[in-house]
């Protein structure tokens, strides 16, 4: 690789994390709000949907993130 390479290697690699941390956070949110006893179940049944489709984008995300055809 040379240095162009590498950075935008980086690049890539820097906004790739930065969607899954924003979901990570997310995620914890939900699993707090769902824990904390306040939600119904059908409140909870949606804060898991939600939770799940952040999961699913994020695999999504893992698996199409990359940089010269390489994952």
């Known amino acids: 690789l040379n240095l162009s390479d590498a950075v935008s290697l980086a690049t890539i690699a820097d906004s790739a994390l930065q969607q899954v941390s924003s979901?990570?956070?997310?995620?914890?949110?939900?699993?707090?709000?769902?824990?904390?006893?306040?939600?119904?179940?059908?409140?909870?049944?949606?804060?898991?949907?939600?939770?799940?489709?952040?999961?699913?984008?994020?695999?999504?995300?893992?698996?199409?993130t990359s940089f010269n055809k390489i994952n």
């Open 23 to 64: 979901m990570v956070t997310r995620m914890a949110e939900l699993a707090n709000q769902a824990a904390n006893g306040s939600f119904s179940t059908t409140q909870r049944k949606t804060l898991e949907s939600e939770y799940r489709q952040l999961d699913l984008e994020i695999r999504r995300i893992s698996a199409s």
